[in-house]
């Protein structure tokens, strides 16, 4: 059964980095696109980034581009994302996602919270 | 971009209604939509992909229609542990994006 959890939340102050982790299991990693959803304290969800089953092409929206940068290791079956240049708004539960038909997100795992705070 | 609106906000309702949420796209998507459904500290779940597929596992009392820019979700007899929030999602461009989320509520 597919599983996913994430690692690498905590805090940190505005203008710092951090790196998620994401470790997957259950399905064959390499052969899916995979995506980072996040949710700000009660409010929506908002898509953050998403790499294709190939490993060749990367999307992000403008609020994370050039600041969020997804990646993956299909030795270790693990989901990254490196965030530079945090910022307050930032502050969300980091949720990794796999895809299923076409971009929409079957599974989903349990999030790891990030607060960018001084 | 993309932009979903979704109506109402919040609904109440009681168990064994029906209950309608809507979905409005920007521009067409043609049937590119996912709706999720979301309790409260946990992570979404997907209902419905493609519009109107519905996922493995979940109740057919979920039914999902429309193309094109609207959509809807229509829940056909309300049940204890549908109580949550659902969200609508593009997947027909870059970037995806999501509706603000319909909150369903007791009434």
């Known amino acids: 059964q597919v599983h996913l959890v994430e690692s690498g939340g905590g805090v940190v102050q505005p203008g710092g980095s951090l790196t998620l982790s994401c470790a997957a299991s259950?399905?064959?990693?390499?052969?899916?696109?995979m995506h980072w959803v996040r949710q700000a304290p009660g409010k929506g969800l908002e898509w953050v980034a998403f790499?294709?089953?190939?490993?060749?092409?990367?999307y992000y929206p403008d609020s994370v581009k050039g600041r969020f940068t997804i990646s993956r290791d299909i030795y270790k079956n693990t989901l990254n994302m490196e965030m530079n240049s945090l910022r307050t708004e930032d502050t969300a539960v980091y949720y990794c996602?796999?895809?299923?038909?076409?971009?929409?997100?079957?599974?989903w795992g349990q999030g790891t919270l990030v607060t960018v705070s001084s | 971009d993309i932009q979903m609106t979704q109506s109402p906000s919040s609904v109440s309702a009681s168990v064994g209604d029906r209950v309608t949420i809507t979905c409005r796209a920007s521009q067409g998507i043609s049937s590119w939509l996912a709706w999720y459904q979301q309790k409260p500290g946990k992570a979404p779940k997907l209902l419905i992909y493609g519009a109107s597929s519905l996922q493995s596992g979940v109740p057919s009392r979920f039914r999902g229609s429309g193309s094109g820019t609207d959509f809807t979700l229509t829940i056909t007899s309300l049940q204890p542990e549908d109580f949550a929030t659902y969200y609508c999602q593009q997947a027909n461009s870059f970037p995806l994006s999501f509706g603000g989320g319909t909150k369903v509520e007791i009434k």
């Open positions: 996602a796999k895809t299923g038909r076409g971009y929409y997100v079957d599974y």
């Open positions: 259950g399905f064959t990693f390499s052969d899916y696109g």
């Open positions: 790499l294709r089953s190939d490993g060749s092409d990367t």
